[in-house]
């Protein structure tokens, strides 16, 4: 059984306004990088995102990004009792859907844990913080409230 997951949110904006809200580093630190992000997700960068409820900054992989339309991230899996040695990276797929009306469908998947007790717990995991990322985005771009904000510190 593959351990994988997709959330999805529609947002009452325009896809490109949605898509930047994600690929911007100061825009995707106002809603969903407590601790910030550096460097803007492009084909074939490494970035920056860093979070208060899991202190230090942490490398991102874009493998793939293309405007309007599609991220693929990579990053180390967050599964406890692994060491160095034994780390792996799990696969991050944003998708961007202009749904009509201004508005754009936005799905997450995740994928590439092990599968063992300690992999399904990482994905439980990961699953709650793209699920709050989406009603963060959602907040954000609709309401310009930042739902995280003090919510870890």
């Given at each position: 059984?593959?351990?994988t997951?997709?959330?999805?949110?529609r947002?009452?904006?325009p896809?490109?306004?949605?898509?930047?809200?994600?690929?911007?580093?100061?825009?995707?630190?106002?809603y969903?990088?407590?601790?910030?992000?550096?460097g803007?997700?492009?084909?074939?960068?490494?970035?920056?995102?860093?979070?208060?409820?899991?202190?230090g900054?942490?490398?991102v992989?874009?493998?793939?990004?293309?405007?309007?339309?599609?991220?693929?991230?990579?990053?180390?899996?967050?599964?406890?009792?692994?060491?160095?040695?034994?780390?792996?990276?799990?696969?991050?797929?944003?998708?961007?859907?202009?749904?009509?009306?201004?508005?754009?469908?936005?799905?997450?998947?995740?994928n590439?844990?092990?599968?063992t007790?300690?992999?399904?717990?990482?994905?439980?995991?990961?699953c709650?913080?793209?699920?709050?990322?989406?009603?963060?985005?959602k907040?954000?771009?609709?309401?310009?409230?930042?739902?995280?904000?003090?919510?870890?510190?």
């Open positions: 059984m593959e351990l997951f997709t959330v999805s949110a947002i009452s904006k896809v490109h306004e949605v898509f930047e809200a994600v690929a911007d580093p100061k825009k995707l630190s106002g969903f990088t407590t601790g910030g992000a550096k803007r997700l492009e084909t074939g960068t490494t970035v920056s995102w860093d979070f208060q409820d899991f202190p900054a942490f490398p992989e874009v493998i793939m990004a293309e405007q309007d339309r599609q991220i693929i991230l990579q990053w180390q899996a967050n599964e406890e009792g692994v060491d160095e040695a034994g780390s792996y990276n799990t696969t991050v797929t944003i998708s961007f859907e202009p749904i009509g009306d201004d508005r754009t469908l936005v799905s997450i998947t995740e590439g844990w092990r599968e007790p300690a992999g399904l717990k990482a994905s439980y995991g990961n709650q913080g793209w699920s709050q990322m989406l009603c963060a985005l907040a954000y771009l609709e309401y310009r409230i930042n739902l995280r904000e003090g919510m870890y510190k």
